[in-house]
């Protein structure tokens, strides 16, 4: 079930991805066992301490190939199998992607705080992308600690924390929706933990993954040749059936200026994507550089 093309322009556009109720109901059951055990040991280790149960999957090395990243009956590895979940991984990173790093975050009920709007890349700085996994296997109201991210901000290459002083963006979405809903972001997403005004802790599962190839030409191709037409300007508005239709959608929080710079952006993206551009090598010289010696991440 790979992502159609009309998909890819969408990730390209707003930098995410959203699959309401994708995870069966008895994977998301697990989840509510397995994931804040994963949190409990990795809260042990830090302490240097140790907590029983073989359940939740332990800290991996960065640069695990994801196939060997997880036992096919824990809770992430089940949700990862799910066809919609694998095929939309497979086509935005790749059929061996390895496995960067996971978390899982748990909001207590009325807890007002928040956390500051971050993304969570200061060294990826190039065309070629990560994509991260959020995963949330219970009901999620509105108010209820569904994190907050900022649709078409992944472009803007900002450091961590830099963007932390921006509040009440017109157009940012705090999650809410139905058990076993993934969000897959574009790695330099802006996003934040939101307050949790509800009576029950709000289970979320992060997971980050890393290509190790060219992302060049890797969803649905069935429909690309007649919806990419070279004809089409991103700047035009001459035909609703063509991708750039769907690369020029605007988001409230751009000015006149920002809007047509990340038009620009998304169509690097774009050409990257749809194998119009050269692929990176240096940042694929680099990523295995990192595989062999020191990865950061944040």
Not at 107 to 121: E, Y
Not at 236 to 243: C, E, G, K, N, Y
Not at 264 to 285: H, N
Request: glycine residues 6%; negative net charge; charged residues 20%.
């Amino acid at each position: 079930m790979l992502l159609t093309t009309d998909q890819m322009a969408s990730f390209v556009a707003n930098g995410y991805l959203r699959f309401d109720a994708a995870v069966p109901t008895a994977i998301n059951e697990q989840a509510m066992v397995d994931l804040p055990l994963l949190l409990h040991r990795w809260l042990a280790q830090l302490m240097g301490t140790d907590v029983a149960g073989d359940a939740a999957p332990t800290t991996m090395p960065s640069g695990t190939t994801l196939a060997d990243a997880y036992s096919p009956d824990s809770a992430i590895g089940r949700m990862l199998a799910v066809p919609v979940i694998a095929g939309a991984v497979a086509s935005l990173v790749g059929q061996h992607p390895v496995f960067d790093h996971h978390f899982a975050h748990l909001k207590p009920p009325h807890d007002p705080s928040s956390q500051m709007l971050h993304c969570d890349a200061i060294v990826d700085r190039n065309t070629a992308f990560d994509i991260q996994l959020f995963w949330f296997p219970h009901d999620v109201e509105p108010g209820a600690g569904g994190t907050r991210f900022v649709p078409g901000s992944h472009l803007r290459q900002a450091a961590a924390n830099d963007v932390a002083r921006y509040q009440h963006l017109v157009g940012d979405q705090y999650f809410s929706g139905p058990a076993g809903t993934v969000l897959i972001f574009h790695h330099g997403l802006w996003h934040a933990g939101a307050p949790n005004n509800s009576d029950r802790q709000r289970v979320m599962g992060k997971i980050r993954l890393n290509p190790t190839e060219p992302q060049v030409r890797m969803w649905d191709l069935s429909d690309l040749e007649a919806r990419n037409s070279s004809r089409e300007h991103v700047f035009a508005t001459t035909d609703a059936t063509q991708v750039a239709t769907i690369l020029r959608q605007r988001q409230p929080w751009y000015s006149e200026q920002a809007y047509r710079h990340e038009l620009v952006q998304r169509s690097k993206l774009w050409r990257y994507l749809s194998g119009d551009a050269q692929f990176d090598l240096d940042w694929y010289l680099t990523r295995q550089r990192l595989r062999s010696g020191l990865h950061v991440t944040m």
